[in-house]
């Protein structure tokens, strides 16, 4: 049997993600359906609510059999290994598996199994479902990539959505500007883009995409973190959002710390698209499930 997963952007060149983005516009738009009698388990060993619910919603649309992976009622409690969860949801007839897990790398235990699985998010390595409908939310405000300048602002080094994005952007042709405390910035991204100031990155960006710090991630206090500084020096306050371009727009993959990496005023305002991405990972995630299902060959 092969199998096709959904594990990270980097599996995709620019032909498959427009093929992936024009799917997932023509699912919203109402020109496509698909409707699938496959069964599908959502495993999310870390909190979550848009990318959860917006699969749920998905499999839901594409009329797919689903069940929930408690992990507080499961045999993780007992000692139980991922490998064996899921290995125990392909026993059982499962075709799909959506899984959340705090390890970067956990899908390579996972690679020769039958059971397909699509990456829901990796600890602080790939977010690539978040990647896509963000690409699908630029794609829809500007039809090209080429030329675009996207800045991402914030806590980058402990952010698998900005990994993701960072890649697929380059890849796409756009320009990456990257902002926000230096130690929250690896070196290595400079391969993808440039470090300047969030005051210059704001006025130069086609695309204002803040990320929250990711203190979870971080191995002990963060003595940078005091809120209303952490906004004042590094978020989209209301006197630099009047400095973006009129044809800019403001993202941020959520949940949103209002008054920390953006004003509270401008997560709804006229330049967000913050609830659009909410609205297109449904979308992008019904995409996703097809992609992947179609790429079942017995």
């Keep these: ?29 109402g ?16 909190n979550s609510t848009r990318t959860k619910h917006s699969f749920e919603v998905a499999e839901h649309k594409l009329g797919m059999h689903q069940i929930n992976f408690d992990v507080g009622s499961s045999s993780v409690n007992k000692g139980e290994s991922l490998y064996d969860s ?19 790398n956990y899908m390579d235990q ?26 699908m939310t630029i794609y829809e405000e500007f039809g090209d990539f080429k030329g675009l300048k996207v800045a991402i602002i914030g806590d980058i080094v402990h952010s698998r ?16 500007i990257f902002a926000g405390p230096n130690d929250y910035f690896d070196i290595s991204f400079e391969q993808y883009g440039t470090f300047k100031t969030v005051d210059e990155a704001v006025a130069e960006a086609d695309v204002v995409m803040m990320l929250r710090v990711q203190l979870e991630r971080h191995g002990s206090e963060d003595m940078l973190y005091v809120k209303e500084d952490y906004h004042a020096m590094y978020g989209l306050t209301r006197q630099r959002h009047r400095t973006m371009k009129d044809t800019a727009i403001i993202m941020h993959p959520a949940p949103v710390n209002r008054d920390v990496e953006l004003a509270d005023e401008l997560v709804e305002c006229a330049q ?15 995409a996703i499930l097809e992609w992947v299902l179609k790429g079942r060959v017995e």
């Design 1 to 29: 049997m092969i199998v096709r997963n959904f594990l990270s952007v980097e599996q995709f060149d620019n032909e498959g993600l427009l093929n992936l983005l024009k799917t997932a516009i023509d699912f919203k738009e």
């Design 161 to 176: 959505v900005a990994m993701s994005n960072m890649t697929l952007l380059n890849q796409l042709g756009a320009e990456v």
């Design 110 to 135: 996972l690679m020769n199994l039958k059971i397909q699985i699509i990456n829901a998010g990796s600890g602080n390595g790939q977010h690539p479902s978040q990647s896509l409908l963000d690409i």
């Design 86 to 104: 899921v290995l125990t949801m392909q026993a059982i007839g499962v075709d799909v598996a959506v899984i959340r897990h705090p390890d970067r």
């Design 272 to 286: 967000s698209r913050i609830v659009t991405q909410m609205s297109n990972g449904v979308y992008a995630r019904m």
């Design 31 to 46: 020109r496509r359906t698909y409707q699938s009698d496959a069964t599908v388990v959502n495993m999310f060993f870390e």
